[in-house]
DNA sequence: TATCCATCAAGTGGGAAGAAGTGGTAAGAA
DNA sequence: TTCTTACCACTTCTTCCCACTTGATGGATA
C-alpha cells in the first residue's frame, strides 16, 4: 500500500462477538478518488473480505453488508419473514434490494463505489465510514456532522436509550 | 516509564466490590501528548485489563468500558427492539456503535484516543478521568472544572432549599 | 522521631520499523 | 480511442520499543 492512514483514526481491530456474529464499530475517515476508488478501513477488511454488497441506506447513506450478512438479510426480505427490516414495508425492501450492487475489494483494499450509489448519499470527496453492528455505513462527511449533531442535541433521547442498555 | 505519577492527582483507589464487580472511583489527570496517548490512571489499569471500549458519553465526555461491561451494554442493543426502520433507533445505534471503539492498552499503560472521540469530548491536552462505578469517564479538565462547578451550584442551591423546607 | 537516601513505580517523550492510504501508470476491454 | 481495472510505488501515519524524568515509599541513620 502505499501513503498511509492518516485521515484515518484507527485504534484497534472491530471486535467479533462472543455469538461469532460480525461486530463493527467505529468511525473511520477515508476520501474518495478522482476514480471514485475508496478504501474500506483496514479494520473492516478482515471482517467483511473480499466482496461486499452495497446498497442505499437510510438518511442519505449507504450500507454496507458482508455477502454472507446480505445473503441472510435478502432472504428474509424474499420469504417474507419479520426480519430486523420487517416484511411489512415493501417499498424498502425494493429499496434495498433494487439499489444492491455487490462490489469487489481490491488488492490494497480499495472498493469502487457506483454512480448511482455516490449520488443518493451525495457522497462528494471526504467520506465516513460508520461501524454500526452487522454493517458498515457510508456517509458525505458534511452530511454525517449535520446529522450527528442532530443526534447529539436530543441529549435526553439518548440518555433514555443509554439507560436502557444498561448504563446508568 | 520512570519514578512515578506526578500530574496524576490520584484520590483513592479502585475497589472491587462484593459482588465480583468491578468499581472504580476517583479522579485522575493526565496530558494526551503530541502522539494522542493517554495513560490510564494506574489504579484503573488492573480493573480494566489490556482492552477496553471508548464511546461518546453525555454532557460532551467520554466513556470508558471494560470489554466485559461493553459486552453486556451491546447485548442489550440487540436484544431490545431495535428496528432499523425507526430512525431514533438509527441514530442511537450510529452515535454509540459508530463512536465506539476498542482499543489496546500499551505496554506502559497508554491507550490512543481516536480524532473523533477527542473532538466529542472537547479534549485538549489536560484530561480528567473519573472512576464511576463500572465505567471510567474521560473529560477535558476545563470542561469538567465547569460541569462541576455547576453542579455544585445546583448543589448549595438545593440543600439551600431544602434547609427552608425543614430538613437538615 | 525526623531527615535523608535509595529504590521503585508511574508518566512522558522520542525514534524506528512496519502498515496503511493515495496517486499514478500500464494493460485490457468496450 | 476511451474507459475501466489491475498493479506498482511513494509517502505518511501508526505502533512498538526504549529511555529518561519525576513523584512516592520505605528503611536506615543521626
Same mark, same amino acid.
Request: proline share 3%; net charge positive; with cysteine.
Given at each position: 500500500?502505499?501513503?498511509?492512514?492518516?485521515?484515518?483514526?484507527?485504534?484497534?481491530?472491530?471486535?467479533?462477538?462472543?455469538?461469532?456474529?460480525?461486530? &463493527?464499530?467505529?468511525?473511520?475517515?477515508?476520501?474518495?478518488?478522482?476514480?471514485?476508488?475508496?478504501? &474500506?478501513?483496514?479494520?473492516?477488511?478482515?471482517?467483511?473480505?473480499?466482496?461486499?454488497?452495497?446498497?442505499?441506506?437510510?438518511?442519505?447513506?449507504?450500507?454496507?453488508?458482508?455477502?454472507?450478512?446480505?445473503?441472510?438479510?435478502?432472504?428474509? &426480505?424474499?420469504?417474507?419473514?419479520?426480519?430486523?427490516?420487517?416484511?411489512?414495508?415493501?417499498?424498502?425492501?425494493?429499496?434495498?434490494?433494487?439499489?444492491?450492487?455487490?462490489?469487489?475489494?481490491?488488492?490494497?483494499?480499495?472498493?469502487?463505489?457506483?454512480?448511482?450509489?455516490?449520488?443518493?448519499?451525495?457522497?462528494?470527496?471526504?467520506?465516513?465510514?460508520?461501524?454500526?453492528?452487522?454493517?458498515?455505513?457510508?456517509?458525505?462527511?458534511?452530511?454525517?456532522?449535520?446529522?450527528?449533531?442532530?443526534?447529539?442535541?436530543?441529549?435526553?433521547?439518548?440518555?433514555?436509550?443509554?439507560?436502557?442498555?444498561?448504563?446508568?
Amino acid at each position: 500500500m502505499g501513503r498511509s492512514g492518516k485521515n484515518n483514526q484507527t485504534i484497534i481491530p472491530t471486535i467479533i462477538s462472543p455469538h461469532g456474529q460480525i461486530m &463493527l464499530i467505529g468511525e473511520y475517515r477515508h476520501t474518495i478518488d478522482d476514480k471514485n476508488r475508496l478504501s &474500506l478501513p483496514a479494520k473492516f477488511r478482515k471482517e467483511m473480505g473480499k466482496t461486499v454488497v452495497v446498497t442505499p441506506g437510510l438518511d442519505s447513506c449507504l450500507f454496507i453488508f458482508t455477502v454472507k450478512e446480505w445473503d441472510r438479510i435478502s432472504g428474509h &426480505l424474499s420469504a417474507g419473514e419479520s426480519s430486523i427490516l420487517q416484511a411489512d414495508n415493501r417499498g424498502f425492501n425494493r429499496f434495498l434490494l433494487g439499489g444492491a450492487v455487490e462490489v469487489e475489494v481490491d488488492a490494497v483494499g480499495r472498493m469502487l463505489i457506483p454512480e448511482h450509489l455516490r449520488e443518493r448519499a451525495k457522497l462528494k470527496t471526504k467520506v465516513v465510514f460508520l461501524g454500526v453492528r452487522d454493517r458498515a455505513e457510508l456517509w458525505d462527511e458534511a452530511v454525517w456532522q449535520e446529522y450527528r449533531a442532530a443526534i447529539e442535541r436530543k441529549a435526553d433521547q439518548l440518555a433514555e436509550k443509554l439507560g436502557q442498555a444498561g448504563v446508568q
